[in-house]
C-alpha cells in the first residue's frame, strides 16, 4: 500500500495512493524529501497549488468525492472537498475524514500543506 502524508497547519492526513505512473512518480519524488505546497480555494470545491514538477498524466472523465487527491494538466495537485466532475488523474484519498472535516482543516482562503512518506 502506497501511503502519504499530508501535514496541513497542526493537522496529519494520511491518503493512500492508487496504482498508475502519476502516484509512482510522486512517490519518486518524495523519496528525495517532503514537497511543500501552496494553495488557494478553488470554486468552493477544492484547495489547488502547483507541484513544482510535472508528472506523468492519466487523465480520465471522474467525479470527485472528498478527500480525493487528483494531479490536474500534470502539475497541480488538488484536495477535493466537495465533488466536481472533469477530466483528471486520480492520484489517492485522504482516509477517515468526513467532507465538512476537511474542509474546516483545509480553512478559508489560501493554506499550505506538507506532502511527505511516513517514517
Do not use: C
Not at 505512473?21 to 528525495?32: C, D, G, P, Q, V
Not at 465533488?83 to 484519498?93: A, H, M, Q, S, V
Not at 467532507?99 to 499550505?112: F, P
Amino acid at each position: 500500500m502506497n501511503i502519504v502524508h499530508i501535514k496541513v497547519n497542526s493537522h496529519v492526513l494520511e491518503a493512500i495512493l492508487v496504482d498508475n505512473s502519476s502516484s509512482r512518480a510522486l512517490m519518486e519524488l518524495l523519496s528525495k524529501g517532503p514537497i511543500t505546497i501552496h494553495m488557494h480555494d478553488y470554486g468552493n470545491f477544492e484547495k489547488v497549488g502547483p507541484l513544482g514538477t510535472t508528472l506523468p498524466r492519466n487523465d480520465e472523465y471522474i467525479t470527485t468525492e472528498p478527500g480525493d487527491i487528483i494531479l490536474y494538466q500534470g502539475d497541480m495537485f488538488v484536495i477535493y472537498y466537495a465533488p466536481n466532475t472533469w477530466y483528471f488523474t486520480r492520484l489517492g484519498k485522504i482516509r477517515n475524514v468526513s467532507s465538512r472535516e476537511l474542509k474546516e482543516i483545509l480553512g478559508e482562503g489560501d493554506v499550505t500543506i506538507m506532502i511527505y512518506l511516513p517514517k
